[in-house]
């Protein structure tokens, strides 16, 4: 065969196009197979204590038993999938739990009440185990504008009610605080309960903090002040004999100038650069974001159209940095408008029709957001807690076929390329594909038995990575 192509040019060609897909490569490397929490919940400064997060399982499980005693009065509430079909006696119901109790997970999931029984179960595991899975100690607007003594006194107090929560064991596997914004006024008062904070904290605990711990600038709209964090976070270390890069760092993305900038660019991937690697995260702010787009406050929620297109510009710009992206907050709290002991039969029934309500609501903007892509949200009480988790689940589970059935077919073809000595360049697809699953067994919507399902073992599971599972079974067929 004559060939046109001289080896030495071809070379020096290929190799130039080696060196542009390496730098691509390193800015778009893929999402990351780390743990994603599925929210953060959002707390002022002043109101936090070491048992904060038990506490809020406590209220938001007791919520979920005063308002949806059962399974199916819960499946009727959201219409989960054959809720139509459910019994309506009590009787009837506690028989039909009864007999799914008993069954194998196998053989409940040839049961047409099967997904709306294992949403709610998993909610109340959930909720007794692990109710929060991140927290923001928030010294923003949760905590509000105070006298400078005041937020001075509250970073420490924070501060020191973390570092006991650390030693007993109750705080979130997620933590950090939002501080206030690096705008010309508010910028000293950030830096200074940053610094309050932080200097409590690593006196308090002999240097350490707490596993996955970050700290949220919000209302950025220039990289200066990404920029300006780092510089901070670099004087902290070397002051606390932290190791460089210890401290990480979240952004928000609250207002219009942060999707499109003066000269109509998307600023969003300089945002990020400017924090040279210790932005871990984007966060969406629902209300400051309508507001700055011009949105009154009756119309501000998130379902509104402005929102998509923030979360869709904002996914085209970091889609494939690794950057996790989280959505904003139901604003209408499940919570009934009558309190007290003694209430008569029509304010319980208002109450349970105002909780029912917000459900829904809460339920359908998390759906709305999964369905989007975007895997995290935020809460602000622990009443919202249960539809954080009725959703996610709902979500997961009633894709969980589908999703087995694709990821099966790509291992198959990835071994048949394997075997065979092909190249299979498809690792990014992969690893979108076993995320799907990763994020499910992460929250406790599926167990890692029901992974080995797509033709992966444990121990590939556990790699967490497409491309280590192509390269461990490229090595056992050599």
Not at 1 to 9: G, R
Not at 69 to 88: Q, S
Request: charged share 25%.
């Amino acid at each position: 065969m004559k060939l046109s192509l001289q080896d030495a040019a071809k070379t020096q060609l290929l190799d130039q196009l080696g060196e542009a897909n390496r730098r691509f490569q390193q800015t778009y490397p893929g999402d990351k197979p780390d743990r994603q929490a599925v929210h953060t919940v959002y707390g002022g400064a002043n109101l936090f204590k070491a048992d904060t997060c038990v506490r809020m399982g406590d209220i938001a499980l007791n919520n979920l038993r005063t308002y949806a005693p059962n399974f199916v009065e819960l499946a009727n509430v959201l219409h989960l999938k054959n809720h139509e079909h459910l019994p309506t006696s009590e009787k009837d119901i506690a028989a039909l739990t009864a007999k799914l109790d008993g069954m194998s997970a196998e053989e409940r999931k040839q049961e047409p009440a099967w997904l709306a029984y294992s949403v709610y179960n998993k909610i109340v595991s959930k909720l007794q185990r692990e109710p929060v899975e991140d927290f923001r100690i928030d010294f923003e607007d949760g905590f509000g504008n105070r006298p400078d003594v005041e937020e001075d006194a509250t970073a420490v107090q924070a501060a020191n009610e973390l570092a006991l929560g650390m030693q007993n064991g109750t705080i979130s596997p997620f933590i950090g605080i939002r501080i206030k914004p690096f705008t010309e006024d508010l910028k000293d008062r950030g830096v200074r309960t940053l610094d309050i904070f932080l200097t409590t904290l690593l006196e308090k605990t002999g240097g350490k903090l707490p596993d996955n711990f970050v700290v949220m600038l919000p209302k950025v709209t220039i990289p200066e002040q990404m920029a300006t964090m780092v510089r901070l976070f670099e004087l902290i270390e070397q002051a606390n004999n932290l190791a460089p890069g210890t401290l990480k760092m979240e952004t928000m993305v609250e207002a219009t100038q942060i999707i499109m900038d003066e000269e109509g660019r998307n600023p969003l991937m300089r945002i990020i650069r400017a924090s040279e690697g210790r932005c871990v995260a984007a966060h969406f702010g629902t209300y400051d974001y309508t507001a700055s787009a011009g949105i009154t406050a009756k119309y501000q929620t998130m379902a509104h159209p402005v929102c998509d297109f923030a979360h869709h510009m904002t996914k085209v710009a970091l889609g494939g940095t690794g950057i996790f992206l989280s959505d904003g907050a139901t604003n209408v709290m499940p919570i009934g408008p009558h309190r007290g002991d003694n209430l008569t039969f029509e304010q319980m029934k208002e109450n349970r029709a105002a909780v029912h309500n917000a459900w829904r609501q809460g339920f359908h903007h998390t759906t709305h957001s999964l369905i989007n892509g975007l895997y995290q949200g935020w809460d602000l009480n622990p009443a919202q807690l249960p539809m954080r988790y009725a959703a996610t689940y709902n979500f997961f589970l009633s894709s969980y076929d589908d999703a087995v059935n694709r990821l099966k077919t790509f291992v198959e073809r990835a071994a048949i390329s394997t075997l065979t000595g092909d190249i299979f360049d498809d690792a990014a697809t992969g690893q979108g594909l076993l995320n799907f699953f990763l994020k499910a067994l992460n929250c406790g919507a599926i167990s890692e038995e029901e992974i080995v399902a797509t033709g992966l073992t444990r121990e590939e599971i556990n790699t967490r990575s497409f491309f280590r599972i192509l390269e461990g079974r490229r090595k056992q067929t050599a």
